[in-house]
């Protein structure tokens, strides 16, 4: 082959890898909340409002991104409700065992997931499980 030819390739070589690591770059730093990896989970969501009361499922990702772009301080703060515009949408849980979407922390000094309906809660019973093996 000849030096000319050598060289051109050589030279397309090194601009295709320049690109790559520049797309790399670029993406990576597009991305640097870490959040991309609960894109396509959902979490459930519930309204404060009294007048309201709406319970709803977003993606997770979409939810800590709204979370992040209105954190203020070192609270969570409440996210628009799209039923009724206030702001006043809260995470929630869904009970395994009874359906009941409530508030984290629904029963005071107790595990976070307590059900106020049936009392289930699955941080204990995954700690029980655990502690039978």
């Known amino acids: 082959m000849e030096n000319s030819k050598k060289k051109s390739i050589m030279i ?29 989970q959902l979490i459930w969501v519930k309204c404060r409002n009294a007048d309201c009361g709406a319970e709803y499922q977003m993606d997770k990702k979409d939810y800590y991104e709204e979370v992040e772009e209105r954190t203020t301080g070192m609270f969570t703060p409440p996210l628009v409700c799209k039923e ?14 009874c359906g009941l979407i409530f508030f984290k922390g629904a029963v005071p000094n107790d595990f976070r997931d307590r059900c106020p309906e ?10 029980k499980q655990t502690k039978r093996r």
């Not at 397309?12 to 396509?40: E, H, M, P, Q, W």
């Not at 009724?84 to 065992?97: L, P, Q, R």
Request: charged letters at 25%.
């Open 118 to 127: 049936c009392g289930f809660s699955k941080i204990e019973d995954t700690a």
């Open 12 to 40: 397309g070589a090194v601009a295709g890898c320049v690109a790559l690591a520049a797309a790399i770059t670029y993406k990576r730093r597009s991305d640097n909340t870490g959040l991309a990896v609960f894109k396509g």
């Open 84 to 97: 009724c515009g206030e702001e006043s949408i809260y995470a929630a849980i869904k009970c395994e065992k």
